[in-house]
């Protein structure tokens, strides 16, 4: 259970990043809106595994005996990507030419906006329940339990917006990688040895 959380917390620093970007830049941002924006994207990280672990069922047997690889492969991809972001260089979502109200990138009020991140900020909770497929690991309860970290992450990431600011954002992006590569690594490891 405790590498299930340990997964859950570094997929969701993407949506702790879109979170705390959007309570940066959006003016009058309600309890209702960051409820349902945290929903939104604990809902789409809880679905996205499932998804991926079901696609993974399908060729499982044909790779059981490299699935390790494939493992540790997409988490180091996944939190070697986060790493990169967390290091580049790039604008806060709403800079000097652009008013919080028309901050249009992050701003959760705007329901096709809100999906937009929902399922980009998911994407790699897809290659993780592809993983956990192919280690014949049971996805239901990961994948609850990475949706409702997500949610909690995320209405932490609004409130710490609203008051710290853009700080913070890279430096969760950074953490959520190492942890997944160091989780892929464990796999990797437990495999080998």
């Not at 499932?50 to 399908?58: D, N, P």
């Not at 790039?90 to 906006?113: F, L, M, S």
């Not at 399922?119 to 897809?126: E, F, G, P, R």
């Not at 992006?173 to 080998?192: D, P, Q, T, W, Y």
Request: some cysteine; hydrophobic content about 50%; proline content about 3%.
């Amino acid at each position: 259970m405790f590498e299930t959380i340990l997964i859950a917390l570094g997929l969701s620093m993407d949506a702790f990043a879109v979170s705390v970007s959007s309570g940066i830049c959006t003016d009058n941002l309600q309890p209702r809106h960051i409820i349902r924006g945290s929903f939104s994207f604990g809902l789409f990280q809880f679905v996205m595994p499932v998804l991926g672990w079901f696609l993974g069922s399908q060729f499982r047997t044909a790779i059981q005996n490299f699935d390790h690889w494939i493992a540790f492969a997409l988490l180091a991809f996944i939190g070697g990507k986060m790493i990169a972001e967390s290091f580049e260089t790039e604008p806060a979502a709403c800079d000097d030419t652009e008013t919080p109200q028309k901050a249009g990138k992050t701003d959760v009020r705007n329901i096709k906006t809100l999906f937009t991140l929902s399922v980009a900020t998911s994407i790699d909770a897809l290659a993780v329940g592809l993983s956990y497929s192919l280690l014949g690991k049971s996805i239901l309860s990961p994948a609850a339990a990475i949706g409702l970290i997500t949610f909690t992450v995320c209405i932490v990431g609004f409130e710490f917006g609203k008051r710290i600011g853009y700080l913070i954002e890279k430096r969760a992006e950074l953490v959520g990688g190492l942890v997944l590569i160091g989780i892929g690594l464990k796999i990797l490891l437990e495999h080998l040895l």
